[in-house]
């Protein structure tokens, strides 16, 4: 197998590529939410404070038994890229050099049968078990909990990333789940196929981490979640195995690939998946869309949604998101400042109306035929609702600065800046309510901690019945209180999106940031359902302590 990328340790993406900050992008951010005095760089690998590994020798020769030599790790740096993910406190506490604990030694199995035995040697011994594949979590799902047992051991599924097999004639993949994403779609890319999953760590996401958190791509409204993606899998568990066939459907009781599809590694490892493979697009035409403002954009969108018209791409930008990246558009490029004149034009053109408007993007992919029929019927459909096509520059820059945006993350923490994300989907009818109130609860909570910020928010992943709502916010950093500044707005927003009947999460999935808010959303029973099955799959309780099934919090 090929190696997966080398990625930052206390940030995003490859150590090789500098992080930047365009000079109009300070600009704009010392003018609304302000930046820190001086850059605030994180501290060298050397400086990050660990405790010792604590595990005997023994039981380090136990494991060498089982993954051989070279897969046990228990160096500095190994532990201090597995002590964490890539949420914003994981961030805050690496860059400062104290992450919340880190794993007393690293695994790295080659198979479902080495990752079995690790399982079963952990509930012997009494040691948590936490899977970490491609480590892009934002919601806390690699912390290195013990949970109360005597040590934490990652099985690390990166030497897991062999394809085991292709169904040409049923278009499914059979993969080891430790694969990243690029791998995959470069195999199958050579063979005319595709995935079709491209979430926006794409770079680094392993496919087994896709599916234990029941990730979405960018094309989710075409392609499906990874929950239509997984036909079968194999699950170690420290009790036995559970593999389910690649069956195309299945009246076999209740969906059991459901269950283990967005466990999140607290029932078991994935070992292997089998996905459902698409032929690769001949097109894709990714486009711009001007709405006079949210409201009107998101009426569209439910009537492209509820009209069998829709693209496999479909995002609005409400009036904050839309004045940023028009804002931060390059200024360099001529014809960039072409398409805003000319937006402007149409915009104010628009039933004389001299509001703020809404940027969308359609995606269309597929066979030529397809993706001009397809494109044909969802733009008469946009028209017909009051929205207005101003051509392909906007799809274009968006598809070509998507994967650079989590580098900035990087530079805006150096610069003091706090940014943030978070998600929830709801029903149509509930859901410009939702906007104004999960909007309004971040910019109160932030103002009431002093640093009052820009709040944006965009609709990714559209349903017949619904779509997701993506917030982005940023402000300045609170300097010795970022974490509790952080959890101010984080549990205002949760609490306005579970009050306004939002789902806790829409494809973050639910880690430690999320599990407080989780009966709410599937009730005490429907808790003591998952937990009976957690406790016969893993009765020790070892796999990934603390994490989504955890005891009730607020709300
Ligand atoms: C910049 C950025 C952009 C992102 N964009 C998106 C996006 O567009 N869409 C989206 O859905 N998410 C997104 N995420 C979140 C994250 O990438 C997803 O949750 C992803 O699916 C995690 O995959 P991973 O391989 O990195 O898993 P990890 O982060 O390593 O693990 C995630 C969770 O799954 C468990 N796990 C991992 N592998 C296994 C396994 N084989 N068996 C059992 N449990 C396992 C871990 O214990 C952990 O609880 C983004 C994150 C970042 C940092």
Redesign the pocket.
């Known amino acids: 197998m090929v190696d997966p990328p080398l990625m930052r340790w206390w940030g995003?993406g490859d150590p090789a590529r500098p992080p930047t900050l365009s000079p109009p992008t300070l600009r704009l951010l010392s003018q609304t939410v302000g930046i820190a005095a001086r850059p605030r760089p994180p501290v060298a690998l050397g400086r990050v404070q660990l405790a010792p590994p604590g595990l005997p020798e023994r039981v380090l020769q136990r494991l060498r038994e089982i993954v051989g030599r070279e897969g046990i790790r228990d160096d500095h740096a190994e532990r201090v890229a597995h002590a964490a993910?890539?949420s914003y406190p994981d961030l805050v506490r690496l860059r400062a050099g104290e992450p919340d604990g880190a794993p007393d030694v690293v695994v790295l199995p080659v198979d479902a049968d080495q990752v079995r035995a690790v399982l079963e040697l952990c509930a012997r011994l009494s040691l948590a078990v936490?899977?970490?594949?491609?480590?892009?979590?934002?919601?806390g799902?690699?912390a290195p909990l013990s949970g109360g047992h005597a040590g934490v051991v990652a099985v690390d599924?990166r030497r897991m990333g062999e394809i085991l097999g292709l169904d040409r004639e049923s278009l499914t993949v059979a993969v080891q789940?430790?694969i990243r994403a690029p791998a995959l779609e470069r195999y199958l890319a050579t063979r005319g196929l595709t995935l079709g999953h491209f979430?926006?760590?794409f770079e680094?996401?392993?496919l087994?981490?896709?599916?234990?958190?029941r990730?979405?791509?960018?094309a989710s409204t075409g392609y499906g979640g990874v929950e239509r993606m997984v036909l079968g899998l194999r699950?170690a568990t420290p009790v036995g195995e559970i593999e389910l066939p690649a069956l195309p459907a299945s009246a076999a009781g209740p969906g059991l690939r459901q269950l283990l599809v967005g466990?999140?590694?607290t029932l078991?490892?994935?070992?292997t998946l089998a996905l459902r493979v698409r032929a690769a697009p001949q097109e894709r035409v990714y486009e711009g869309v001007f709405f006079e403002d949210f409201a009107a954009g998101v009426g569209a969108f439910q009537a492209l949604a509820q009209s069998d018209a829709l693209p496999d791409l479909a995002r609005l930008s409400d009036e904050e998101e839309t004045r940023v990246t028009l804002a931060l558009a390059d200024p360099g490029r001529v014809s960039l400042e072409g398409f805003k004149r000319r937006l402007g034009r149409l915009y104010l053109g628009m039933r004389g109306h001299r509001g703020r408007g809404c940027l969308a993007i359609l995606g269309f992919e597929g066979g030529h035929e397809e993706v001009a029929v397809r494109r044909e019927r969802a733009l008469a459909s946009i028209r017909q609702n009051g929205g207005l096509a101003v051509g392909r520059m906007p799809g274009e820059a968006w598809l070509k600065t998507r994967f650079s945006?989590?580098y900035l993350?990087d530079e805006l923490l150096t610069q003091g800046v706090m940014v943030e994300t978070l998600e929830t989907a709801s029903q149509w009818s509930q859901l410009r309510r939702l906007h104004r109130e999960i909007g309004g609860a971040i910019a109160d909570s932030l103002s009431a901690c002093g640093t009052p910020g820009l709040v944006m928010c965009h609709i990714s992943h559209l349903y017949a019945t619904g779509a997701s709502l993506y917030f982005t916010f940023l402000a300045r950093q609170r300097e010795g209180d970022e974490i509790g500044q952080w959890r101010t707005v984080k549990e205002a927003a949760s609490q306005a999106i579970v009050n306004g009947g939002g789902t806790i999460t829409h494809?973050?999935?639910v880690?430690i940031d999320h599990a407080p808010w989780m009966e709410r959303e599937v009730g005490s029973t429907g808790m003591a359902a998952l937990r009976a099955l957690k406790l016969e799959l893993d009765p020790t309780g070892i796999m990934?302590p603390g994490?989504l099934l955890v005891l009730s919090g607020p709300g």
């Open positions: 995003w993910g890539k936490v899977p970490f594949g491609g480590g892009t979590s934002v919601v799902g690699l599924m789940a430790g979430p926006q760590s680094y996401v392993s087994g981490g896709c599916a234990a958190t990730s979405v791509g960018q699950v466990s999140e590694g078991g490892v994935i070992c945006a989590p993350r494809h973050h999935a880690g990934n994490k």
